[in-house]
């Protein structure tokens, strides 16, 4: 296992800086997910440290050695690419044996590795096939396979399940996650899905323009996002302006009790749909309760999602989809102080 640092490390092209001054620990073996949008840098971020670039500035350390200059064959690093680029011609086991046998590897020891590679990604029943014969998933767990085999100490994996369909890419999630986590590699993951990598890492560090904006647990983003960027980018549905005093936020649709007293001044209110609570009676024993009214709902089969007008807000809640609330139904809305996140751009 590899801990893997990135220390002030920018990377430019011509006149064009992809990346700006990037700062990133990784512990020996954490998984980690680049997340951000198409073209802010994660993938060039993410071939740095696989040796494909050469940082402009900055230092790439392994375990505290500075490899920003080795090449990537030294780097003893393995990377999965979006496309499974497997040899058509060849069987499963001849694909994942392929890296070896360019090396050189004893036939004993070859064989050996292979049977054991071939239970861990669970395709040894497939061993004989062509990639023709397979599906989009156990071609991908070739290609895991085919990088496994060589013993890296780093995993990289460039938006690996891209071309699956959205049931196989589940799928997928969880046996990568259970494979890191049986193997304890150090593993880097670029991914533009936000569910992808709350799902997969341990942290997440998300990348805009070049920058990296936040890094930090998948919770954490999610619940406490340190800006309205990243709020947005991660789903955020409600967030209204606010003026803070004390312990408390007052927006249009009125005052909310906070759990811990901020600076005071203008900020930005997040209220995650989930969070809140949605009553068809009246209630008046709980903190920060909203009276409000229907006024449209989405159906997405698990869960039902709910615009709730309330003193000339609309609050967006999502409930489980247990009951259908009809439209221009009186409602009362609950929302406990420690579901309110306020987001100060100046705190």
Same mark, same amino acid.
């Given at each position: 296992m590899t801990a893997v640092q990135l220390k002030g490390v920018r990377k430019d092209f011509g006149n064009?800086?992809?990346? =700006? @001054?990037?700062?990133?620990?990784?512990?020996?073996? +954490?998984?980690?997910?680049?997340?951000?949008? =198409?073209?802010?840098?994660?993938?060039?971020t993410l071939r740095m440290i696989a040796g494909l670039e050469v940082p402009s500035a900055g230092?790439?350390?392994?375990?505290?050695?500075?490899?920003?200059?080795?090449?990537?064959?030294? &780097? @003893?690093?393995?990377? /999965?690419?979006?496309?499974?680029?497997?040899?058509?011609?060849?069987?499963?086991?001849?694909?994942?044996?392929? !890296?070896?046998? /360019? $090396? !050189?590897?004893?036939?004993?020891?070859?064989?050996? %590795?292979?049977? +054991?590679?071939?239970?861990?990604?669970?395709?040894? *029943?497939?061993?004989? &096939?062509?990639?023709?014969?397979? =599906?989009?998933?156990?071609?991908? %767990?070739?290609?895991?396979? %085919?990088?496994?085999i060589t013993n890296p100490s780093v995993l990289m994996m460039d938006e690996p399940l891209a071309n699956l369909d959205t049931k196989l890419r589940g799928e997928m999630r969880r046996f990568i996650r259970e494979l890191q986590q049986r193997l304890g590699?150090?593993?880097?993951?670029?991914?533009?899905?936000?569910? +992808?990598?709350? +799902?997969?890492?341990? &942290?997440?560090?998300?990348?805009?323009?070049? @920058?990296?904006?936040?890094?930090?647990?998948? *919770?954490?983003?999610?619940? &406490?996002?340190? =800006?309205i960027e990243i709020a947005d980018f991660m789903g955020a549905t409600n967030v209204f302006e606010a003026s803070i005093s004390g312990k408390t936020a007052t927006a249009v649709f009125g005052a909310l009790t906070l759990q811990d007293t901020v600076p005071d001044g203008q900020a930005q209110l997040m209220l995650r749909g989930e969070a809140i609570d949605l009553h068809l009676d009246e209630i008046t024993d709980e903190p920060n309760i909203?009276?409000?009214?229907?006024?449209? $709902?989405?159906?997405? !089969?698990?869960n039902i999602t709910y615009s709730v007008e309330c003193g000339g807000e609309t609050i967006q809640v999502i409930e489980q989809s247990r009951r259908m609330v009809e439209i221009d139904q009186p409602v009362w809305l609950t929302i406990p102080p420690e579901r309110i996140w306020i987001i100060q751009d100046n705190p």
């Open positions: 064009f800086t992809a990346i =700006s @001054n990037i700062d990133l620990d990784i512990k020996s073996g +954490e998984l980690v997910a680049l997340l951000g949008p =198409s073209g802010c840098g994660k993938t060039t230092q790439i350390c392994f375990d505290g050695e500075d490899v920003s200059e080795v090449a990537v064959q030294k &780097r @003893n690093v393995g990377m /999965v690419f979006q496309r499974y680029a497997l040899f058509p011609h060849m069987t499963v086991e001849k694909n994942v044996m392929f !890296g070896l046998k /360019v $090396r !050189g590897i004893d036939k004993a020891d070859i064989d050996k %590795r292979l049977t +054991e590679i071939l239970d861990v990604v669970q395709l040894q *029943d497939f061993r004989h &096939r062509f990639p023709a014969q397979l =599906s989009g998933g156990q071609m991908q %767990r070739v290609a895991i396979a %085919r990088t496994l590699i150090t593993t880097i993951f670029v991914t533009h899905d936000q569910i +992808e990598a709350m +799902e997969l890492a341990d &942290r997440v560090a998300v990348i805009f323009d070049g @920058n990296l904006a936040q890094y930090d647990a998948p *919770d954490a983003l999610y619940k &406490r996002p340190n =800006s909203l009276q409000g009214k229907i006024t449209a $709902r989405e159906f997405f !089969g698990a």
